[in-house]
């Protein structure tokens, strides 16, 4: 009896330790963004998602979605090779207007209402009503994605490449991490520690005092990773972006 309660234990743990399915069918999550309310909007291949409660899905644009961020007024959407800037509309739908953005690879709203547009070697920095971006940084190597710092938000940026996590600055960068096999995605939680999904099978880590910590658990073919503040979308929760289709939620306990 008790190796059968202790199998059973085991098997309960591994449930805990597998991510929990709350949208299905998005075609190939890539790229999450908070609402601003109790959501997430979700850039899929097959289009722009906002969920909201109890996996409640609404498609806010058709089409091969790669990358979202949202001021609290205008919804950034990064499709090929074209940044796509969203106004509200009176009937709860979005007017989209598109713009060039060759080679573009990740889009990330940031503070005074700029906008930062990352291509594999470079980052351009750009606001609404200019036309055209200007350069913000550059000599970078395979950029995948850029995320909000939690140490200087409205100083600096993190830049995750193939192999590095950056800071980037208007007048320099630090390398976070290096060595890094097969990076991800990267986010903040609320209490600023930096998380990175990264290689295969994909890991899931927390930095602790300049090291990478590994929690043993599943999580899929995570694309980009998010963490909650809200009711809906708690804090102590990563919300995961999968390749398969999905977006997922995982309860995380640091080490």
């Not at 573009?104 to 906008?115: G, H, N, P, T």
Request: net charge negative; with cysteine.
């Amino acid at each position: 009896m008790g190796a059968l309660l202790a199998s059973l234990a085991g098997c309960a743990n591994q449930l805990l330790d597998m991510p929990v399915v709350l949208a299905p069918g998005l075609g190939e999550a890539r790229s999450l963004a908070p609402t601003g309310g109790e959501g997430l909007y979700v850039a899929a291949s097959s289009g722009l998602y906002e969920v909201g409660r109890a996996g409640t899905v609404q498609t806010l644009w058709e089409g091969d979605a790669r990358g979202v961020s949202a001021h609290e007024d205008r919804l950034y959407l990064l499709s090929a090779d074209t940044l796509r800037i969203g106004h509200p509309e009176v009937d709860g739908s979005w007017r989209f207007e598109p713009r060039p953005a060759p080679g573009a690879v990740d889009v990330l709203a940031w503070c005074d209402e700029a906008v930062l547009i990352g291509r594999p070697d470079r980052v351009d920095l750009w606001r609404p009503g200019e036309v055209h971006a200007s350069p913000w940084a550059d000599d970078l190597e395979n950029l995948r994605a850029l995320v909000l710092s939690p140490q200087d938000v409205c100083g600096e940026v993190l830049a995750l490449t193939d192999h590095q996590l950056l800071r980037l600055r208007p007048d320099g960068r630090d390398e976070v991490l290096g060595r890094l096999v097969q990076a991800r995605a990267a986010a903040s939680d609320h209490l600023g520690r930096i998380w990175l999904a990264h290689g295969t099978p994909p890991r899931l880590s927390v930095l602790v005092d300049g090291k990478l910590q590994t929690l043993p658990h599943y999580l899929g073919d995570p694309r980009d990773l998010h963490f909650g503040a809200g009711e809906l979308y708690t804090p102590e929760k990563v919300y995961l972006a999968d390749g398969g289709g999905t977006l997922d939620s995982l309860r995380v306990v640091p080490p």
